[in-house]
């Protein structure tokens, strides 16, 4: 069981991430003066995956995080400024192990369930509130 300590650093780390990726997705989104296209949301998810890539190396070759900033770094900051970084990173460790087979079922679990989720989600709005 994870301990108050590393529950409150993901808190706070999630708080962080959060008002950062909306500070960015909103920038980017007005910058582009696109409506038709979520700008703000891919600059987010692009940046996360690479950052997450980079802190990963970090700390899986130079041992650079403890487990306490690991919490507050992958999981609260990045996890509250993106998911799809986490998505990323989980799918590329798959391939680098050898995995192929299941990153392949991540990648397909992940976009197809989740826009099939949305769309039952909205869905199932729909027929309760019409």
């Not at 909306?22 to 950052?51: E, H, K």
């Amino acid at each position: 069981m994870p301990s108050l300590f590393s529950i409150t650093l993901v808190a706070l780390g999630g708080a962080l991430g959060s008002v950062v990726r909306y500070l960015l997705g909103t920038w980017t989104q007005s910058a582009s003066r696109s409506i038709d296209f979520p700008y703000g949301t891919l600059m987010v998810n692009l940046i996360g995956c690479f950052v997450i890539g980079f802190l990963a190396e970090l700390a899986e070759v130079r041992g650079a995080f403890t487990p306490e900033s690991r919490a507050l770094v992958f999981i609260g900051i990045l996890g509250g400024f993106t998911t799809f970084s986490s998505f990323g990173n989980d799918t590329i460790n798959l391939l680098r192990d050898g995995e192929t087979f299941n990153a392949f079922a991540n990648i397909g679990a992940n976009v197809i369930l989740g826009l099939a989720l949305v769309w039952l989600g909205r869905t199932v709005a729909y027929w309760i509130w019409r």
